[in-house]
């Protein structure tokens, strides 16, 4: 099992950014993929941004193509979500997970999850 502790969240202006940080933990993470969810207030879950961390490849849903960006630090088993042009609409819960190997855009894919930080983007 994959410990995962997020940081990074806050309130930032839109057009603003913020990085997030997920540590992992519990085992080797080199084989694995991180993804990033978000929630928002009375709405469900949903994918944000993966990447596999021995090839690096990467997958974005629409809605931030273009503003976010994941990445992976191997020596410090800490993945980022660097988050530019922050919209009012970026406001959610941001929750890290972990899987082996590929990328899932689905929630019920990952097993190992964060403890959630929250985002705020105030207009």
């Known amino acids: 099992q994959v410990q995962l502790v997020e940081s990074g969240g806050g309130l930032v202006q839109a057009g603003g950014s913020l990085r997030l940080s997920c540590a992992a933990s519990?085992?080797?993470?080199?084989?694995?993929?991180m993804a990033w969810f978000r929630q928002a207030p009375g709405k469900e879950r949903e994918f944000v941004a993966a990447i596999t961390w021995a090839a690096g490849v990467t997958l974005y849903a629409d809605s931030v193509k273009g503003r976010f960006t994941a990445s992976g630090d191997n020596a410090k088993n800490t993945g980022y979500l660097q988050m530019n042009s922050l919209k009012p609409e970026d406001t959610a819960v941001y929750y890290c997970a972990a899987r082996p190997i590929s990328i899932s855009i689905l929630t019920s894919a990952y097993r190992d999850w964060g403890q959630g930080t929250q985002v705020t983007v105030s207009s």
């Open positions: 519990g085992r080797t993470f080199s084989t694995y993929a």
